[in-house]
């Protein structure tokens, strides 16, 4: 057992193993970055959808990733009425922030209280503490599609304690340079959210720490598939590992938290490699080809109008395209005349 930070972490060869599995596709992701240049950004369009939608949905958001799309392709402040659209707009713009500017954003108590400012920046009910740690207690809760809350933890008491406990995380990150970075990730996301420094807020930012760490590490293809979307399809087990290691504090071991952690990145990275190697043909197809299979990929049910509208493709080349695809044996068809869709096959 390894102590790491104020936490307990047993690094053996299985947690290794796991670790090298993921930097091994890592490694492949540059090769990878220069072959697939169209589709990488209709995929990171489509992801960026999914986290947004799937981060805010996790904490009581009502919106579907249609109408998340829908709504940020005609994002204007008129349009940001309720809390929904406020939630979503401010993490889309906080996630955009990250993927444009990680490697100038530093780990400090300033950029958490601007990033935590930016991400509530619309948010009417939270203007009195955007920005700001917390005055009140917080613990955390589940919200559950019927609406039920559920209190998973009690978190550090606000004042001295939450602003000493903020401080020694980061001295810790900035200090130890001998553990894995994916380790100090997932270990800076897990007591970030134990701590719970905000009144509001703390699980969507904890999200967007974990995409922001893994990009200034070098994890580049994190921002083409959609972690926010794993962990909502996961939430029970997410909440789960929470709790299990949150009942220990402190000093508790945290090592099943990490293998949660690791298989979700495990797991988006085998989506992302299913969304661009579709059995073996992708080399064989063209730009627009690909963008249009993986439109389909993540619109399964789609229309010919919906796709030439959304990857801005005229009409009669996305029938075209749709018609190869078909006699490729990569999408099916279904329906006839104006109700005639396509699916993955």
Same mark, same amino acid.
């Given at each position: 057992m390894n102590n790491v930070h104020t936490l307990k972490v047993s690094l053996d060869w299985k947690l290794l193993s796991v670790i090298s599995k993921i930097d091994r596709f890592d490694a492949e992701w540059t090769l990878i970055e220069k072959k697939e240049g169209q589709s990488l950004k209709q995929l990171k369009a /489509?992801?960026?959808?999914?986290?947004? !939608?799937?981060? %805010?949905?996790i904490e009581g958001s009502k919106m579907s990733d249609e109408e998340v799309d829908v709504f940020l392709k005609n994002l204007s402040i008129e349009k940001i009425e309720d809390r929904d659209t406020q939630e979503v707009a401010g993490y889309f713009e906080v996630l955009d922030l990250i993927s444009e500017s990680f490697a100038d954003i530093d780990i400090t108590e300033n950029s958490l209280k601007n990033l935590h400012n930016q991400l509530l920046k619309y948010s009417e009910k939270d203007k009195w503490?955007?920005?700001?740690?917390?005055?009140?207690?917080?613990?955390?809760?589940?919200?559950?599609?019927?609406?039920?809350?559920?209190? /998973?933890?009690?978190?550090?008491?606000? !004042?001295?304690? %939450?602003?000493?406990?903020?401080?020694?995380?980061?001295e810790w990150f900035k200090d130890d340079t001998e553990i894995h970075p994916l380790v100090k990730s997932a270990i800076f996301c897990y007591d970030f959210v134990s701590?719970?420094?905000f009144q509001d807020g703390n699980g969507r930012l904890s999200r967007l720490l974990s995409t922001l760490l893994l990009l200034k590490y070098g994890y580049k293809w994190i921002?083409?598939?959609?972690?926010?979307?794993?962990i909502e399809h996961r939430k029970a087990e997410y909440y789960q590992e929470l709790r299990k290691c949150q009942a220990q504090r402190p000093n508790e071991d945290v090592t099943t938290w990490l293998y949660f952690f690791f298989d979700a990145l495990l797991n988006i990275q085998q989506q992302l490699m299913d969304k661009l190697t579709v059995e073996g043909v992708e080399s064989s197809l063209s730009p627009k080809e690909k963008s249009i299979l993986v439109f389909i990929t993540d619109h399964p049910g789609t229309k010919s109008g919906e796709i030439a509208k959304k990857l801005d493709i005229p009409n009669p080349t996305v029938k075209r395209i749709l018609s190869e695809l078909v006699d490729k044996n990569l999408?099916?068809?279904?329906?006839s005349g104006p109700g005639t869709n396509y699916s993955l096959k």
């Open positions: /489509i992801a960026t959808v999914r986290s947004v !939608g799937a981060s %805010t949905r503490h955007k920005g700001d740690y917390k005055q009140h207690s917080n613990s955390v809760e589940a919200t559950f599609p019927g609406g039920a809350k559920q209190i /998973i933890f009690e978190t550090t008491p606000p !004042g001295i304690e %939450t602003e000493d406990a903020v401080r020694k995380l980061i701590i719970h420094p921002q083409y598939v959609s972690f926010e979307h794993e999408i099916e068809k279904f329906g």
